[in-house]
């Protein structure tokens, strides 16, 4: 039986990812173009807009060719479906991260925690973003 993903699974999952794409980023540019990385957002505006713009490509691409799956969500045993259990498209995965990108950084954090709460509270575990993309993330891991 698959049951929906937990929230504690889906932020680790996020974090796994992160640090997959976010760590051989800075390496690669410290070694490369002499990059010093300093804890100052801004700082290094270019290099900021370029972690988000890999990030998010990363979280839209992986799962259109890999069935749902990033390789935190696998780790974590859960994977991303339309909401009827479909495997997800480009223009669904696009519309769920920019909605992610977009609507959590103009709030400045606010719908985050509001989906959140969402995830704790709804018994399909489904965020703002999951609502506005028609998708789920479902527990995968047979526990």
């Given at each position: 039986m698959i049951f929906p993903?937990?929230?504690w699974q889906r932020f680790f999952a996020r974090i796994i990812d992160g640090l997959i794409v976010g760590v051989p980023i800075?390496?690669?540019l410290s070694f490369t173009s002499g990059y010093e990385f300093v804890i100052d957002p801004g700082a290094n505006f270019i290099f900021n807009i370029f972690m988000i713009l890999i990030v998010t490509a990363y979280m839209i691409v992986l799962p259109v060719i890999?069935?749902?799956w990033t390789i935190g969500k696998r780790l974590m045993g859960i994977r991303v479906t339309q909401s009827?259990?479909?495997d997800v498209s480009w223009t669904t995965m696009l519309?769920?991260?920019l909605f992610i990108l977009v609507v959590y950084s103009v709030t400045f954090g606010l719908f985050l925690l509001l989906s959140g709460v969402m995830m704790?509270?709804?018994k399909d575990k489904r965020a703002l973003h999951d609502l506005m993309a028609k998708t789920k993330v479902s527990?995968?891991?047979g526990q």
């Open positions: 993903a937990k929230l800075v390496f690669i890999w069935y749902g009827d259990s479909s519309k769920r991260e704790i509270t709804r527990d995968e891991s």
